[in-house]
């Protein structure tokens, strides 16, 4: 059972940037996906940047791309996402979850086997 810890959120000014990470307590996780996924008040789970277990391959969620940078340190098992120029309307829980389909990249919730508590980042105007 791998145990997923996000660090990193906060309050921050729009134009800001912010750094999650998120710690895995296995060394199972090096060969699973990652996603990193967020959650605002009132609205679905939704999906932001995910990376397959090697970092090859890396998607991301429209509304972030060139602003978002997802990465991972296998030999550290944690994982990132680099948060430049936020807005406003980034504002929600942030959540890190991995997937042990280590290839593929997924943008749903259903098919990520284990998940991290979540972290608050906050954008204000």
């Known amino acids: 059972q791998v145990q997923l810890v996000e660090s990193g959120g906060g309050l921050v000014q729009a134009g800001g940037s912010l750094r999650l990470s998120c710690a895995a307590s296995e060394r199972a996780f090096s060969s699973y996906a990652m996603g990193w996924f967020r959650q605002a008040p009132g609205k679905e789970r939704e999906f932001v940047a995910g990376?397959?277990?090697?970092?090859?391959?890396?998607y991301y969620e429209d509304s972030v791309k060139g602003r978002f940078t997802i990465s991972r340190d296998n030999a550290k098992n944690t994982g990132y996402l680099q948060m430049n120029s936020l807005k406003p309307e980034d504002t929600a829980v942030y959540y890190c979850?991995?997937?042990?389909?280590?290839?593929?990249?997924?943008?749903?919730?259903?098919?990520?086997?284990?998940w991290g508590q979540g972290t608050q980042v906050t954008v204000s105007s």
């Open positions: 979850a991995a997937k042990r389909d280590g290839s593929v990249i997924a943008t749903l919730t259903e098919y990520y086997d284990y």
């Open positions: 990376i397959s277990w090697s970092g090859f391959n890396i």
